[in-house]
């Protein structure tokens, strides 16, 4: 059974024939805290973009739905499903963060959905796959603290929301972890664009993914947002900017 991604479309403000985007947003965010609350919903739709949005399991107003495996072969099957039942064809992709992961990996593996893939606050690595579980679990259950740098500022994110479900993030998080993240495996055919801002310590890597789509001989594009780093790159409008030049072309 395929995982229940909530999929809804936000219809474009005026009649277009553009291609749909599809958001995927990142960890311990939402399709309303990514995309709808940084303008991008907005954006998007205001140039004639039809917008469908998904909640990753864990996340969103119902993060518990989905039995079964949430690992990212499970969601790059769900993803496959939802584009399908939209049935318009091939569909824009723009990911953040672990949204970017999954966004490479979903036009890595089926090109005929994707026309076009935007990978924002990307990384080579799987920065989930050394996410300090025990750690966070301690600090959430007596206070202790944190002695993994990374997993500290992802716990002071997820914090930042009254809503956040941690045990339904740790379970995503060892579902992850049993699929660590191998962008090498497999690669995008879709013209790319990578998108980080210059202030963000997780897309020193990205260089890396640029190389694996030079010599897949695929079209791609970098991005750097001067004085962003990762929590505040989402909201820049350079980064819109850059999105819709890239989709226009």
């Known amino acids: 059974m395929s995982l229940d ?33 940084s303008g991008w919903i907005k954006h998007l739709t205001g140039e004639g ?16 739905t989905n039995p079964g495996s949430w690992a990212p072969s499970a969601i790059r099957a769900a993803l496959t499903a939802a584009v399908e039942s939209l049935d318009c064809g ?9 949204g970017s992961r999954l966004g490479w990996e979903f036009a890595a593996y089926h090109p005929q959905l994707v026309r076009r893939l935007i990978m924002g606050g990307p990384a080579s690595i799987d920065p989930l796959a050394a996410f300090a579980l025990d750690q966070a679990r301690a600090f959430l259950e007596n206070g ?13 994110i997820a914090q930042a929301e009254p809503d956040t479900d941690f045990a339904a993030l740790f379970r995503l998080i060892e579902a992850i972890k049993t699929e660590p993240y191998n962008p090498a495996a497999k690669v995008p055919t879709a013209p790319t664009l990578l998108v980080a801002g210059d202030q963000d310590d997780l897309a020193t890597t990205m260089p890396q993914l640029r190389r694996l789509l030079t010599a897949a001989c695929t079209e791609s594009t970098v991005a750097w947002l001067a004085g962003r780093n990762h929590a505040n790159a989402i909201t820049s409008r350079d980064f819109k900017l850059r999105a819709s030049e890239f989709l226009a072309n």
């Open 144 to 156: 202790e603290a944190i002695a993994d740098d990374y997993t500290a500022k992802v716990m002071q």
């Open 49 to 64: 973009r039809n917008v469908a949005l998904v909640d990753l399991p864990g996340h969103g107003s119902e993060p518990r």
């Open 5 to 37: 991604l909530n999929l809804r479309v936000i219809s474009a403000n005026s009649g277009s024939h553009a291609p749909t985007t599809l958001l995927i947003h990142g960890f311990a965010s939402s399709a309303e805290l990514n995309w709808e609350r």
């Open 90 to 98: 091939s569909v824009d992709v723009l990911g953040y963060s672990l």
